[in-house]
């Protein structure tokens, strides 16, 4: 019996995380293979086929690296985010409390599972997406830059698991919590410049997605694989880091004064 | 951790939700391998104790500490020691009995704990249902499944919320066995229950609660001995007019006396004017922790 509180409750808290999401296969990776197809036929095949788009881009390959990015923020929102509201109806949550877990641990065990599956989401979407890109253009999309890649997929991932969490934990029951998906976190997702660059809005559009931090995830994947982007690299790195850190500041907040109780 | 430091101390512990006290300056301890019983109707403010105990509940006032660990300054150390079986069954829709223990050991540091998993899943009769989805179990199988999780660390201080609501006899006796057996092993003890015979028969001392006040505390015998009396029915050979302060009712031969608790059978025949000789049959009946559990919150309403 080896006894470490630093480690372990961190590590099991995550594979329970792990184990969790593995159990609903189906809902992890089919539907979002599903998601992806519908978006690339209707869009970037369709409609994409008379959108206009910089020399040597085409709505297509526009449009992947977001969906790409849309799927692991969706889904490590919702990873983390059912994770905690299913404790809560079962009265798990309250074993957290109880137990000597810290509240980093929690918070980067549950981020870190939501960011596991956000992962595998990227890489269902990236395979359909590769595949459509082959079948309409004859080769892959190149990626431009692995690490750029991963460092937005895991800044990205960590916040919005981060941000699953503390609505979850500030939720008093489940259709709270999927108001906040449906009226917070889709708009951003979708005004944070999946399908159009912000380029084609009026001027005071644009500066109002410039708010949205979405788009500096977005545009960060869109770069990191096309190597074009909206918004320069160096502020999308900048943005997203503190993105981050915010998040994690209220999660730290919500996990401190928030509820662990039964619902 | 020293020698002397008590299991569990509470001290001046106030619990507030909104203008409503749950729990009023609140003061007692237990003692290092003790088994201590607290008692309250619906309501008294067990749960709410015993949620400050485990940081559910951040206290309005007051101190609680375990083993001397300040369970708000050092929570890790404190919830370490400590082992919960809360009063509501807990779900646990994914995941398999064997798995949540596994879990639960993680949460408590310990990353490989067959054997202690194994024992509890033996000792607790769930062997055959190890694999069974938590959701599968019966209601007095999750709640084993509960005390096996409180268990999986073994703690220094077990908090028994209710444990043997809903369970049956058979298990509520191999449950209590098993709490002796723990408290044998020097693990101390803090539990609530309704079955006041069960307290009477298990704890080593009670603390009566009643609207989040403290009303009583002490060890379970002298408890009883203060508040209840002893019963004595005589009958006697012929029917003969009794003169005593103690007597209650007379049916001809039967007799009923109420005696203080300390008093002997001799002193109240003594008192009575009866010899042996006169009596044909009787019967003592003794006071228990119920009648003195309704007694001293019969007093604390008056
Ligand atoms: N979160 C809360 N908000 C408001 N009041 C609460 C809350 N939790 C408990 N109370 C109140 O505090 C009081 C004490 O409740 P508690 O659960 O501690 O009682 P108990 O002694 O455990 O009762 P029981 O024997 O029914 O389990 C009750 O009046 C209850 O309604
Ligand atoms: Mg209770």
Redesign the pocket.
């Known amino acids: 019996m080896n006894k470490n509180l630093k480690w372990t409750p961190f590590m099991m808290l995550y594979w329970r995380e792990v184990r969790r999401f593995s159990r609903v296969a189906v809902q992890t990776l089919l539907a979002p293979a599903v998601n992806t197809t519908l978006y690339l036929l209707i869009f970037g095949v369709s409609i994409g086929r008379a959108i206009k788009m910089e020399e040597g881009i085409t709505y297509l390959g526009f449009l992947i690296p977001g969906l790409i990015m849309m799927g692991c923020l969706n889904n490590a929102f919702s990873n983390a985010s059912s994770s905690v509201a299913g404790s809560k109806s079962a009265g798990e949550l309250e074993d957290y409390k109880s137990s000597p877990l810290s509240s980093q641990q929690i918070i980067w065990a549950l981020s870190a599972g939501g960011v596991s599956r956000g992962l595998l989401v990227s890489v269902v979407t990236m395979v359909v997406g590769e595949l459509f890109y082959l079948n309409q253009h004859g080769e892959f999309l190149p990626i431009n830059n692995v690490f750029l890649l991963f460092y937005f997929l895991l800044v990205g991932g960590f916040a919005f698991g981060m941000m699953g969490l503390s609505a979850a934990i500030w939720a008093r029951s489940f259709d709270h919590l999927s108001a906040v998906g449906n009226f917070v976190l889709l708009p951003l997702i979708y005004l944070g410049g999946v399908f159009y660059s912000i380029d084609n809005l009026p001027g005071f559009w644009q500066k109002v997605s410039l708010a949205n931090p979405l788009l500096y995830l977005i545009n960060g994947v869109r770069y990191a694989i096309l190597g074009v982007s909206d918004v320069s690299l160096g502020v999308s790195v900048l943005v997203t880091l503190i993105m981050l850190l915010v998040f994690l500041s209220i999660s730290v907040w919500s996990l401190a004064r928030g509820s662990f109780?039964r619902w | 951790m020293t020698q002397l430091d008590k299991a569990l101390e509470v001290k001046g512990l106030t619990k507030k939700?909104g203008d409503?006290y749950?729990v009023n300056n609140m003061s007692f301890h237990v003692e290092p391998g003790e088994i201590f019983g607290l008692l309250?109707?619906?309501?008294?403010?067990?749960?709410?104790?015993i949620s400050n105990i485990v940081t559910l509940e951040t206290p309005t006032e007051g101190d609680v500490l375990v083993f001397g660990h300040n369970v708000q300054e050092e929570p890790r150390k404190a919830k370490s020691l400590t082992g919960i079986v809360p009063?509501e069954i807990v779900n646990h829709g994914f995941f398999n009995l064997e798995e949540v223990l596994i879990f639960h050991s993680g949460y408590y540091g310990l990353s490989n704990n067959r054997d202690r998993i194994d024992f509890l899943i033996d000792r607790l009769g769930l062997k055959e249902h190890r694999h069974k989805k938590v959701k599968q179990l019966s209601g007095g199988m999750k709640r084993r499944l509960l005390i096996a999780k409180a268990l999986v660390h073994s703690p220094k201080l077990l908090l028994l919320d209710?444990p043997t609501a809903g369970v049956d006899i058979e298990l509520r006796e191999s449950l209590w066995k098993f709490v002796q057996e723990l408290r044998s092993d020097g693990v101390s003890v803090l539990l609530?229950t309704?079955y006041l015979e069960e307290a009477e028969e298990l704890c080593d001392r009670v603390g009566i609660i009643h609207h989040?006040e403290l009303r009583k505390i002490g060890p379970t015998n002298s408890l009883v001995k203060e508040f209840t009396q002893r019963n004595v029915s005589l009958k006697l050979k012929t029917a003969a007019k009794v003169e005593s302060q103690f007597l209650i009712e007379q049916l001809q031969e039967n007799l009923r006396f109420r005696i203080p608790s300390e008093m002997g059978l001799g002193e109240l025949l003594h008192s009575a004017h009866l010899s042996l000789d006169d009596i044909d049959d009787m019967q003592i009946v003794e006071g228990n922790l119920e009648e003195a559990f309704l007694r001293v919150l019969g007093e604390s309403k008056a």
Do not use: S
């Not at chain 2, 309250?40 to 104790?49: C, L």
């Open positions: 109780h | 939700y409503f749950a309250g109707p619906n309501g008294a403010g067990k749960t709410t104790i009063q209710e609530t309704h989040g």
